[in-house]
């Protein structure tokens, strides 16, 4: 099930997550949730707030993700999959290669040739990061995700040390001759993500979970 969730700010959406993700049980449909945030800092479990350099007047909000500090805005899709992997058979390392490659799969498709790196979860043009992953799994089923820079304005990470890598650079789809917008891309994306975990994807409304605009 596909929800789009627009734009919304950060921290409705992840509470909604976590109620989504807490009352579920073995029978819960797996969900997709695709939304753009409003500018915010989010920093990991284990993130260090030394990474955090000069926010200046975007918020910081520390989350129980896995993973240090990154910086969602405007221009990039954020995907949260909500997945069971008792149910899909797949261990976590597994999981997080298969986001990894849906993203690889999509820049594909605009000839960007992207790669992964030992030990630096995520997804990478050359030396610079364009697709970022933070995920949370309880009782084997996931929340949290992927962000994927498309067509943003990236000063914001030079606010960061991103992912806690200082001088780390970022880009965007936009930047590497791809796409100006969203719109191109989240069916692009969704396809790919779908196809890595056997997903039937239907769209659905917004979850009553989260307030409405």
Known sequence: MLRDLGRRPYEPVWRAMQAFTDARGDATVDELWLVEHEPVFTLGQAGKPEHVLMPGDIPVVQVDRGGQVTYHGPGQ???????????????????????????????????????????????????????????????????????????????????INPCGYAGLAVTSMLDLGGPSGLDAVKPVLIEHVARQFALTVRPAPPPALLPAF
């Open 77 to 159: 899709i954020v995907l949260y999959p909500l997945l069971d992997l008792k149910r899909l058979k797949l261990g976590v390392k597994e999981y997080v290669c298969r986001i990894e490659q849906a993203m690889i799969d999509t820049l594909g498709d605009w000839n960007i040739i992207a790669t992964r790196r030992d030990g630096a979860p995520g997804v990478y043009v050359g030396d610079a990061k364009i697709g970022a992953l933070g995920i949370r799994v309880r009782r084997g089923c996931t929340f949290h995700g992927l962000a994927f820079n498309v067509a943003m304005d990236l000063e914001p990470f030079a606010r």
